[in-house]
């Protein structure tokens, strides 16, 4: 479990290095698709994805694959990474599987490794040139996008000047009832517990709590609410999730937080695929430049080709902002039983 990389490994997960000459020539023959793979494809004629990304989204990416390649119907279904990795493992325990391509079920990449449900990809052009970091080592999962988790708040309800900015700030009895969290650890919580170890992020948490949060399901939904009115700030949410809802007029602000959780949200095939050249005809559109270049502009959310010169969703952050990293192995501390697990369960749930 690794929670830190080179700042310029840093770099180039934020999209904020530009390509180096001669290197989209070299993509170009890297990302090359052999025909026995579309022609297998051809055959199968559809694939099955599971994501989190709205469909408002996903169906801009999935019809950008199809102007290319029309023969393959892709079904999508958006949702919580949580749901689907139940339905995974119910699926295993039944010896059945009914997708293909699954992104965003971070926390139980590894009980479903450990099954052996999972496709093992790192033989996959894309991966060599993947960043060390938002990759498996074993070769299983793939970061799809970058993500810094920042403190969103409602610009009607709160002036950049009074927003809290800092966790000291955040638990100043001023705010008493009047931000929210999500109700998992995931985020912001295990990206303490990384950074700064158990006692001082459980002292934080006791802190957070005496203020009366609400907890709430989801990060969009949660995202709603504030922009609603519901209360005045929330934690973490999505630098690209602050920019979507500002291409819609929102009055939606951020600050970061500090640290600053950044994570890459991993995606991975399923090792009995019903459509297996489907889905990895597709992973290696997404995956190259052409396929990054449309993710990127749809979701805005920070592409990991090395060949991508686009910035983060939110650009350049404060010369001083700290950061702590997260890859899906850290999920191993948000286990059953484990002390961060019981702390969270206890402070937030009462369990």
Not at 105 to 134: C, E, N, Y
Not at 334 to 344: C, H, I, N, S, V
Request: aromatic share 12%; with cysteine; net charge positive.
């Amino acid at each position: 479990m690794k929670k830190l990389m080179s700042s310029a490994l840093f770099l180039v997960v934020l999209g904020l290095l530009a390509a180096q000459p001669g290197a989209a020539q070299n993509y170009n023959e890297l990302e090359k698709i052999p025909q026995a793979l579309i022609d297998g494809a051809k055959k199968e004629g559809k694939m099955v994805w599971w994501g989190t990304d709205s469909s408002r989204y996903s169906s801009k990416i999935i019809n950008a694959f199809n102007k290319k390649y029309p023969f393959i119907k892709i079904a999508y279904t958006d949702g919580m990474g949580t749901e689907f990795g139940d339905r995974i493992l119910m699926e295993a325990d039944a010896g059945v599987c009914t997708v293909d391509l699954v992104n965003g079920a971070d926390s139980f990449l590894p009980q479903m490794t450990a099954r052996g449900v999972v496709k093992h990809i790192g033989d996959l052009p894309f991966f060599k040139i993947w960043p060390q970091g938002a990759k498996d080592p074993k070769g299983y999962w793939f970061g799809m996008n970058s993500t810094r988790w920042v403190l969103g708040y409602n610009t009607r309800d709160i002036s950049s000047a009074d927003v809290p900015k800092t966790y000291d700030e955040i638990v100043d009895p001023k705010w008493k009832g009047q931000f929210a969290i999500e109700e998992r650890p995931d985020q912001w919580f295990l990206g303490l517990w990384l950074d700064w170890g158990q006692e001082k992020t459980t002292k934080t948490l006791k802190k957070v709590m005496a203020n009366n949060p609400h907890v709430g399901k989801g990060y969009s939904a949660l995202t709603e609410l504030l922009m609603a009115g519901e209360f005045k700030f929330f934690f973490p949410v999505q630098d690209y999730k602050i920019v979507q809802f500002q291409d819609k007029k929102a009055p939606i602000g951020w600050v970061p937080l500090r640290p600053t959780e950044v994570t890459f949200q991993g995606a991975h095939i399923m090792k009995k695929a019903p459509h297996p050249h489907a889905v990895e005809l597709f992973i290696r559109w997404l995956t190259s430049l052409e396929g990054q270049t449309i993710y990127n502009k749809v979701t805005h959310k920070a592409s990991l080709h090395p060949g991508m010169a686009t910035k983060a969703p939110l650009g350049v952050f404060p010369k001083d902002t700290q950061y702590t990293y997260r890859t899906p192995e850290s999920y191993e501390l948000l286990a059953p039983g484990t002390a961060l697990r019981k702390t969270w369960d206890q402070l937030v749930h009462g369990m």
